[in-house]
């Protein structure tokens, strides 16, 4: 280990430091912290727990730190009813409006705390965030903030659990002895890490991002993972041997068109069929192991070359879907809630969208038939309705806004259907007279052009030939000439400045914008442009998110946020509170932000998820 005993030796380690850090576990000096933390206009707070996963996770112990290199740790027995009774000492604590409760991940703790009847109150501050809004390409974890900001190891949970693995440990299985001095230097370095960031946070003018948008935001994902949705098992069931039946159709019918049996799932045979028995294409793609290249994008451009690609392509999303969601998502149910209840990851994407994971729900394929069967089977409570409300066009509307465009901003005022506007002006036609196949390839362009595809990638997506595709990009250009200013703007400011940044001044770091190698630097000034634009659509959900959630509170409604996918919500709504809830969402949705063009929110309801949307 010689590289690591180098590195160690600039890092310091808790034995190296002066600390005071305390094990709290009788009932006097339990009394006597929680008299002193009480009048602490800080704290910064964390939990020991059996699970990674809040839902299920159970109480290990507390700990808490007010100042640095001091803190205190409090072990909660196993039993329930003995837990409750040291919690509840606390409940005061954490309840204080007036103190900032400071954390790493703070909704975990939040979550954890909320299934022992306790509701973090006061301002939040999250370490991992605040890192997040400063660097969003690089990791949050907390060892890893402790050797940047503070050149500082900590004591790795392994040391004290054992490695990954079936073998390893819980907190539980520990003496408090042992846990101790590692939960108290989670809370104290918490709290030197808030330090540092907060003046970072300064100097990078991200306060009003972090303070405004995302930390609000940590209460209304808390509130929705706890909500959980429900799902219909019996419809799942049936979907289930409805995708198995038509797999084993689609598997013969693969057979049939290549003249034998394979592994379909096995790409090394798949590719074995595609390129030395039928010959499909002359020269096809070798990875360096020599084995051929069927991935989805190889087998999409030959689909048309030979019928079986189409077969297999299809055989591999049904196969997908089965496995990510129909024959999974039942075994996600929590059994004490009988729903399932997905993480909301705020730290994750580069570009300021939420991810979603234990499932993901957010790529549950949309536009074809099988992924609409999955929707089918989210259900709303009891007496309740399922509500989806979603942006119409936000990403070009908000092109629009930050181009500054006069024709796509005119097209967006008066309210028209903004492709076939964008077709008529293209085409120089009226825009009474726009067919359908021309608003398509409006359309594609619109969307293609925000993520600055190229002439040939246009061409490949509309199936048309180059000349077309060069001539339609021009026409493009010509109708929205500040549309191309923007994009040009973008990347000058992408190689000047290093990042490009969303409405909010959310960055995103591009270091890549001036690489000699023109694949790697074309991949940068895509972002350059999209980012932006992604990003602040991104920001603008999360503002209407903590909008919607405070109206719901402050009227004590029902009604429950449940899932967000990009730019879309979903509701479980009772009966009664329809016509309302529909008011507010739509309202805070296309007032979150003021822009040079309306933003429009569309809607629906019905008894599941597909019928809403």
Known sequence: NGTGDAKNSILTRLETLDVDYQLIDTEEKRKKIIQKLLTKEILSIDTETTSAEPMEAELVGMSFSDTENQAYYVPVPPEREEALKIVNEFRPLYENVNSTKVGQNIKYDILVLQNYGVEVKGELFDTMLAHYVLQPELRH???????????????????????????????????????????????????????????????????????????????????????????????????????????????????????????????????????????????????????????????????????????????????????????????LINPRTGRIHTSFNQAVTATGRLSSSNPNLQNIPIRDEDGKEIRKAFIPDDGCEFFSADYSQIELRIMAHLSEDKNMIDAFLSGYDIHAATAAKIYKIDIKDVTPDMRRKAKTANFGIIYGISIFGLAERMNVDRKE??????????????????????????????????????????????????????????????????????????????????????????????????????FSVPEAEKEFVQQIVIEEMERAYRMHVPLRADCGWGKNWLKAH
């Open 141 to 331: 974890n907390m060892d890893y903030l402790a050797e940047i900001y503070l050149h500082y190891q900590t004591i790795h949970i392994d040391e004290l659990i054992g490695p990954k693995g079936k073998n390893q440990k819980n907190m539980r299985d520990l003496p408090p002895e042992e846990v101790y001095k590692y939960a108290c230097e989670d809370a104290d370095i918490t709290l030197k890490l808030k330090n540092v960031l907060e003046e970072e946070l300064k100097k990078q003018g991200v306060e009003h991002l972090f303070y405004e948008i995302e930390m609000p935001l940590v209460r209304v994902l808390a509130n929705m993972e706890s909500n959980g949705v429900r799902i219909d098992t019996e419809a799942l069931k049936q979907t289930s041997e409805h995708f198995t039946a038509r797999l084993q159709e689609i598997e013969k019918e693969i057979y049939e068109l290549a003249g034998e049996t394979f592994n379909i799932a096995s790409p090394k045979q798949v590719g074995e069929i595609l390129f030395d028995k039928l010959k499909i294409i002359d020269k096809a793609k070798k990875t360096k192991t020599g084995q051929y290249v069927t991935s989805e994008e190889v087998l999409e451009s030959l689909r048309n070359k030979h019928e079986v690609i189409g077969k297999i392509l299809e055989y591999r999303g049904l196969k997908k879907l089965l496995g990510t969601y129909v024959d999974a998502l039942p075994l």
């Open 469 to 570: 595709a060069k001539e339609l990009i021009d026409g493009y250009f010509e109708t929205y000439p500040q549309v191309r200013e923007y994009m040009d703007k973008s990347i000058q400011v992408a190689r000047e400045q290093g990042y490009v940044e969303t409405i909010f001044h959310r960055k995103r770091f591009l270091p890549d914008i001036n690489s000699r190698n023109a694949t790697v630097r074309g991949y940068a000034e895509r972002n350059a442009i999209n980012a932006p634009i992604q990003g602040s659509a991104a920001d603008i959900i999360k503002v209407a998110m903590a909008r919607i959630y405070e109206r719901f509170q402050s009227y004590k409604l029902k009604a429950k946020m449940i899932l967000q996918v990009h730019d879309e919500l979903n």
